[in-house]
């Protein structure tokens, strides 16, 4: 049997085709920009880029998640806001109600903007929704990143409450006919329900910022960290280098053109060798 050596036809027919299968392999890459084409490229990268692949997809969907409660946090704050303005509205109206000073007028006139008060601090609490869902009716829980915020009803019958003399007294309770209304009820008593109810949303503003910064805030932080880790991860197993692709390709080029020359110039000198020998 004769022996292939590096000159022999099938040799070089050999290092041809490995040139050749280098160069489409180069091109494929440079096309597609990936480095893993199909499972033979690398079955082990391939299973490490696509746990990858898992990873992102449920970083994206926690990061959804997270961007629906942020969502949810601004709308309550912005409502809560609005709230604790009409408040200090409303603290300033039973200070000035409390004055010794005032006609029977000025009182029924102080009375009818605390009830436009409370009416708007009813309505902002019974139609601040989100995607349907009500805010402000007491049965809203917030969840984070392991922490969890429960935002109560902030209605008027549910802001300043106390217990005074037996009965449970609050906000509405300055309203007109109420015990603590501006025009003949308890005027220390509307200025303390008023100030609990300031500080009772001004508390849980506190609350809800706490929750957005140190729960919703730090794990969005968190999740872009992992997200831009696992991404780079990804991407050395699965993008192709262009430049470096392109260099490999040129010299399989450079491989490929060498043999077919070396290819040529062996079978030129086999067929001089014939000639002599005919």
Same mark, same amino acid.
């Given at each position: 049997?004769?022996?292939?050596?590096?000159?022999?036809?099938?040799?070089?027919?050999?290092?041809?085709?490995?040139?050749?299968?280098?160069?489409?392999?180069?091109?494929?890459?440079?096309?597609?920009?990936?480095?893993?084409?199909?499972?033979?490229?690398?079955?082990?990268?391939?299973?490490?880029?696509?746990?990858?692949?898992?990873?992102?997809?449920?970083?994206?969907?926690? @990061?959804?998640?997270?961007?629906?409660?942020?969502?949810?946090?601004?709308?309550?704050?912005?409502?809560?806001?609005?709230?604790?303005?009409?408040?200090?509205?409303?603290?300033?109206?039973? !200070?000035?109600?409390?004055?010794?000073?005032?006609?029977?007028?000025?009182?029924?006139?102080?009375?009818?903007?605390?009830?436009? !008060?409370?009416?708007?601090?009813?309505?902002? @609490?019974?139609?601040?929704?989100?995607?349907?869902?009500?805010?402000?009716?007491?049965?809203?829980?917030?969840?984070?990143?392991?922490?969890?915020?429960?935002?109560?009803?902030?209605?008027?019958?549910?802001?300043?409450?106390?217990?005074?003399?037996?009965?449970?007294?609050?906000?509405?309770?300055?309203?007109?006919?109420?015990?603590?209304?501006?025009?003949?009820?308890?005027?220390?008593?509307?200025?303390?329900?008023?100030?609990?109810?300031?500080?009772?949303?001004? @508390?849980?503003?506190?609350?809800?910022?706490?929750?957005?910064?140190?729960?919703?805030?730090?794990?969005?932080?968190?999740?872009?960290?992992?997200?831009?880790?696992?991404?780079?991860?990804?991407?050395?197993?699965?993008?192709?280098?262009?430049?470096?692709?392109?260099?490999?390709?040129?010299? @399989?080029?450079?491989?490929?053109?060498?043999?077919?020359?070396?290819?040529?110039?062996?079978?030129?000198?086999?067929?001089?060798?014939?000639?002599?020998?005919?």
């Amino acid at each position: 049997m004769e022996a292939v050596t590096s000159s022999s036809p099938a040799s070089f027919a050999r290092h041809l085709a490995a040139s050749a299968r280098k160069m489409h392999d180069s091109m494929e890459r440079l096309a597609t920009g990936r480095q893993l084409n199909r499972a033979a490229d690398s079955p082990a990268d391939l299973i490490t880029a696509e746990s990858l692949g898992a990873t992102l997809a449920a970083i994206e969907a926690e @990061a959804r998640a997270l961007q629906r409660v942020e969502r949810v946090s601004a709308s309550v704050d912005g409502a809560l806001g609005e709230i604790s303005n009409l408040l200090v509205e409303a603290e300033g109206l039973a !200070i000035a109600s409390a004055s010794d000073f005032l006609s029977v007028e000025e009182q029924q006139a102080n009375q009818m903007e605390m009830d436009s !008060i409370i009416a708007s601090v009813n309505y902002i @609490a019974g139609t601040t929704t989100f995607n349907g869902q009500s805010l402000l009716d007491g049965g809203l829980s917030l969840s984070a990143a392991g922490q969890s915020l429960s935002i109560p009803g902030m209605a008027a019958g549910a802001l300043g409450q106390a217990l005074i003399d037996g009965e449970l007294q609050s906000l509405a309770s300055v309203g007109s006919g109420g015990a603590f209304n501006l025009v003949n009820g308890n005027l220390e008593g509307a200025q303390q329900a008023v100030s609990a109810a300031a500080d009772q949303v001004n @508390a849980l503003r506190g609350r809800l910022g706490a929750f957005q910064r140190y729960g919703v805030g730090a794990r969005q932080a968190s999740l872009d960290d992992a997200f831009m880790a696992t991404t780079a991860a990804r991407s050395q197993l699965m993008d192709t280098d262009s430049a470096a692709e392109s260099a490999r390709m040129r010299l @399989a080029e450079l491989e490929y053109r060498a043999g077919l020359s070396a290819f040529r110039a062996g079978d030129r000198a086999r067929r001089r060798l014939l000639s002599l020998l005919a």
